[in-house]
């Protein structure tokens, strides 16, 4: 469009291109890169979908019987169903002349009952059921959201601090570097894990905020280091020095003038981090320091699958591993095109 | 070089000051007033106040970061709070079954990594190398906690080759009864992204003009490979294994907890389960001067392997 403004006014100049006008053309020649950047715009559509209650918003619903076997196997063989701990309950309840909560036990079940007649418990659900018959889907689907969600957010938070941090040590080098650089090595010197789970013990209260910041908090050294490096190389340039002969002022260069060229970095290494950050959220969901017990993820989706493997009820843990496995490899295989694409050297 | 030792040490003051006072930020600000954790549900006014006398927490901060470095220094921190056992014996007895596990996975990862990388690294570009590049992928790609589960219930619980969980007696028992299972399932996991991550060192030094005059003195491709190329690649390598290290400390937590494997990682988690603060602020600290001493020891480690490395 600019071309033919330019042609009209009769200017003959010679447009060329800008760096993310070439990146996006390499990046549609990476034939991988592009069929991975379409797995990540499904799950990021997935994520927006669920969060904003279209698909998957009735997660919660028992709408099958308990541990329903996925669609394709068909309907679970009668006798086996005796081993869901809920029947044992009630039998061993209705086994205890003097249990004194049996009035009130007859009056929750007769309530309950009188709900769930409404709505018939189907035997089979697409792609099976849990403990308490939800749909494993749905909540494949619920637990796509809050894990990519938190692994999104952290990641956005952990980059926005290393590049502020990252700009102020590199640009302003002196005291403000070394500060920035003990700071760094205060929090690489305690491993990842631990540092998470020491600050997880002392928050002491579970949700999505609490990962979000856990992890966004702690995960911002690796970006910082990159960023930083990139500050020191572009301060001594000489656009930086015609910025300061027209007097713009420090933070002026700092985030207008150099920001958009190291923008690329930082950009790559956002997507390097939701994937650390993914993994993480699923490891501390599933160890019980993360999410809420009233949201679903992919760690707690597979800390109830692990119990149910043993009772031969797979499909939990194949649903959450998949989908995992997915928007992780494409997310990873996206990185790598992202970074071939922003860096023409690296070929 | 005794100079150069003498002024990274030194160095390292203002870092390890550094994670004292996070460590005690967090603990101290963050983490609330322990007696109300203590005290649990039948907290009267005056036991909370009693508890906090114990503790020291109604002294001025100054006064208990004072405390906290006399702990630091003499490796007295009290008692646990949920078992009243001594943290400096909880150390002393969770190390062994950590290392028991973790050594031998370390060793052998680090040895198959080296190997497959330098195989993949040498028939670069042919459908060996992308098919084992696409397998690293995908294997990195599914959560550790798939691989433990599922290598549990298959091997363990289904097929019976190796006990469930549990811990032996002797160091022979439970290195070749009950750490068998956990170290293959620990070596899987890390083999994928240590061979990418390989891989790229030996790909770096594999077009090097030396590697081919070697190639031109009509060396063995062997001695190429494991001698030439190894030897340089080997400080990126050296700095892998080396970051690996102080984890070896902190324990595996989450192969130690599924196969109740009584080691540091499982009782940091059993801790934070507990809010029991001092298991944690100790193991915190310790392992966070283990890595300082690691990373000293690393640099050290360039210089033996490159001559040409400069200590400043």
Same mark, same amino acid.
């Given at each position: 469009?600019? &071309? ?8 003959? &100049? ?6 993310? *006008? ?56 009668? %006798? ?40 018939? $418990? ?7 059921? %849990? ?6 889907? $749905? ?20 980059? #926005? ?21 003990? #700071? ?26 609490? !990962? ?28 930086? $020095? ?12 700092? #985030?207008?003038? *150099?920001?958009?060229? !190291?923008?690329? !970095?930082?950009?790559? $290494? ?63 295989? #996206?990185? %790598? ?11 | ?16 000051? =550094?994670?004292?006072?996070?460590? +005690? +930020? ?15 549900? /039948? ?21 208990? @970061? ?29 190390? =062994? ?7 031998? @996975? ?32 995908? =294997? ?14 298959? +091997? ?21 009864? +009950?750490?068998?299972?956990? /170290? ?129």
């Amino acid at each position: 469009m600019t &071309r033919a403004a330019a042609l009209a006014i009769g200017v003959q &100049r010679a447009e060329s291109p800008g760096l993310w *006008i070439l990146a996006w053309r390499r990046f549609c020649r990476d034939r991988v890169g592009l069929a991975s950047f379409l797995i990540v715009v499904f799950f990021f559509g997935l994520m927006t979908a669920s969060g904003l209650h279209l698909i998957a918003a009735d997660w919660s619903k028992e709408v099958g019987v308990n541990y329903a076997p996925p669609t394709f196997m068909g309907p679970e063989i009668p %006798d086996r169903s005796l081993a869901a701990p809920e029947s044992h309950g009630e039998r061993a309840g209705e086994a205890n002349p003097f249990d004194p909560l049996a009035g009130v036990l007859a009056e929750i079940r007769a309530a309950s009952g009188a709900a769930s007649v409404a709505e018939a $418990q189907a035997p089979t659900l697409v792609f099976g059921g %849990d403990r308490w018959g939800r749909d494993v889907l $749905q909540k494949t689907i619920k637990g796509t959201e809050t894990s990519m969600f938190v692994g999104l957010v952290a990641a956005l938070l952990a980059a #926005f601090l290393a590049t502020v941090f990252g700009a102020l040590a590199g640009y302003y080098g002196g005291w403000i570097d070394d500060f920035f650089n003990w #700071f760094y090595s205060v929090f690489t010197s305690i491993p990842y894990l631990l540092l998470i789970l020491a600050i997880a013990a002392v928050l002491n209260q579970k949700g999505t905020l609490t !990962v979000i910041l856990i992890l966004g908090l702690t995960g911002w050294t690796g970006i910082f280091r990159l960023v930083r490096a990139e500050y020191l190389k572009h301060k001594v340039r000489e656009y930086i $020095q015609a910025a300061d002969a027209i007097g713009a002022s420090h933070a002026r260069r700092m #985030f207008v003038h *150099i920001l958009p060229n !190291v923008s690329h !970095v930082i950009l790559v $290494q956002l997507s390097l981090h939701v994937v650390l950050f993914i993994k993480s959220e699923v490891v501390l969901s599933f160890l019980g320091f993360g999410v809420g017990v009233d949201t679903v993820s992919w760690g707690s989706m597979l800390n109830e699958a692990q119990s149910e493997l043993i009772l031969g009820y797979w499909w939990q843990l194949a649903a959450a591993t998949l989908a995992m496995a997915l928007l992780v490899t494409g997310f990873s295989l #996206f990185t %790598d095109a992202l970074r071939d694409a922003l860096d023409p050297k690296l070929k | 070089m005794l100079a150069y030792v003498t002024r990274r040490l030194w160095q390292t003051i203002p870092t390890l000051l =550094g994670v004292v006072l996070l460590v +005690f +930020f967090l603990f101290t600000w963050v983490g609330g007033d322990p007696a109300y954790l203590l005290a649990g549900k /039948i907290s009267n006014p005056e036991q909370i106040e009693n508890i906090r006398r114990q503790l020291g927490v109604d002294r001025p901060y100054h006064v208990q @970061l004072w405390i906290f470095i006399q702990q630091i220094a003499t490796g007295d921190f009290g008692e646990s709070w949920a078992t009243n056992e001594k943290v400096s014996s909880i150390f002393a007895t969770r190390l =062994g079954p950590s290392l028991t596990v973790l050594v031998p @996975l370390l060793v052998v990862d680090t040895l198959l990594a080296l190997a497959a990388a330098m195989l993949v690294a040498y028939v670069r570009g042919s459908l060996t190398d992308r098919m084992v590049m696409i397998g690293c992928t995908v =294997g990195q790609s599914i959560s550790i906690l798939v691989y433990i589960i599922v290598f549990q219930y298959v +091997f363990a619980y289904q097929l019976g080759w190796f006990p469930v969980q549990g811990w032996g007696k002797g160091l022979a028992e439970n290195l070749f009864r +009950f750490s068998l299972l956990p /170290i293959i399932v620990g070596v899987i996991v890390s083999l994928a992204p240590d061979t990418r991550l390989y891989r790229s060192f030996f790909l770096d030094e594999i077009n090097q003009d030396y590697v081919r005059t070697a190639r031109a003195k009509g060396m063995s491709e062997t001695r190429v490979m494991w001698v030439h190329v190894l030897r340089n690649a080997s400080i990126p390598i050296i700095t892998n294994v080396m970051i690996q290290l102080p984890g070896l400390l902190a324990g595996a937590f989450l192969i130690e907890r599924f196969f109740s494997i009584p080691g540091v990682g499982r009782e940091v988690i059993l801790a934070v389960e507990r809010s029991d603060f001092p298991v944690i602020k100790a193991v915190t600290i310790y392992v966070a001067i283990a890595t300082m001493i690691i990373n000293l020891i690393a640099d050290l480690l360039y210089r033996v392997v490159d001559p040409r490395v400069q200590l400043k």
